[in-house]
Nanobody, 125 residues
Framework: QVRLVESGGGLVQPGGSLRLTCATS????????IGWARQAPGEEREALSC????????YYTDSVKGRFTISRDDAKNMVYLQMNNLKPEDTAVYYC??????????????????WGQGTQVTVSS
């Protein structure tokens, strides 16, 4: 079955960096777009980024554009989220997910499918 496992979260100081990893199994990653989202306590889940299959076109929400970079390694069945210049407001549980369409497209924020269990990211001094 479809399985996604996030890792790489932790405690980091403001201005620091983390790289999250999404290990995928149970489906052919090459043909799948993958997205990242986060959820802070008491908040709705926020879509962060999406990377398309085939050409790897990436999309970002404005709050992370220029700081976060999504990438994929289909040979390893992995998707990554490099997070730089982290801020306290980035504190949340971070999730990766399959997307319902192989290409992210303009409506990518509505296209999340199966979710992983999440990894906690805490940005604090």
């Amino acid at each position: 079955q479809v399985r996604l496992v996030e890792s790489g979260g932790g405690l980091v100081q403001p201005g620091g960096s983390l790289r999250l990893t999404c290990a995928t199994s149970g489906f052919v990653l090459d043909y799948s777009a993958i997205g990242w989202a986060r959820q802070a306590p008491g908040e709705e889940r926020e879509a962060l980024s999406c990377i398309s299959s085939s050409d790897g076109t990436a999309y970002y929400t404005d709050s992370v554009k220029g700081r976060f970079t999504i990438s994929r390694d289909d040979a390893k069945n992995m998707v990554y989220l490099q997070m730089n210049n982290l801020k306290p407001e980035d504190t949340a549980v971070y999730y990766c997910a399959t997307m319902r369409h192989p290409l992210c497209g303009s409506y990518w924020r509505r296209g999340f499918g199966s979710w992983g269990q999440g990894t906690q990211v805490t940005v604090s001094s």
